[in-house]
């Protein structure tokens, strides 16, 4: 069973910046494109930015497009979000995703397309 952690969230100013890792644990010799989501209280679940397998091709939503920044190093099984100028409306609970057996050119934007979710980390943005 593959596993997601994330961490580096916490507390910021706003046009501060933080950076979130997720590792992957468990059943990890295939490939997966990687997502990550976030939801506020009482808000749906947002999309924020998907990377493929091969890292190549990235998505970004409009709200965080310039300022986030998705990565990933396969050979740790760890994505990135840098999130750079960040606002109060960033303050969400971030949670990535694992769509598993994936094309390594495909990302995917949907909540419904990813098979494995970590616990996610708070992020706070002060303002």
């Known amino acids: 069973q593959v596993q997601l952690v994330e961490s580096g969230g916490g507390l910021v100013q706003a046009g501060g910046s933080l950076r979130l890792s997720c590792t992957a644990s468990g059943r990890t010799f295939s490939r997966y494109a990687m997502g990550w989501f976030r939801q506020a209280p009482g808000k749906e679940r947002d999309f924020v930015a998907a990377i493929s397998w091969s890292g190549g091709n990235t998505y970004y939503a409009d709200s965080v497009k310039g300022r986030f920044t998705i990565s990933r190093d396969n050979a740790k099984n760890t994505v990135y979000l840098q999130m750079n100028s960040l606002k109060p409306e960033d303050t969400a609970v971030y949670a990535c995703?694992?769509?598993?057996?994936?094309?390594?050119?495909?990302?995917?934007?949907?909540?419904?397309?990813?098979?494995?979710w970590g616990q996610g980390t708070q992020v706070t943005v002060s303002s």
């Open positions: 995703a694992a769509r598993l057996n994936s094309n390594s050119l495909r990302y995917y934007t949907g909540v419904r397309e990813y098979d494995v």
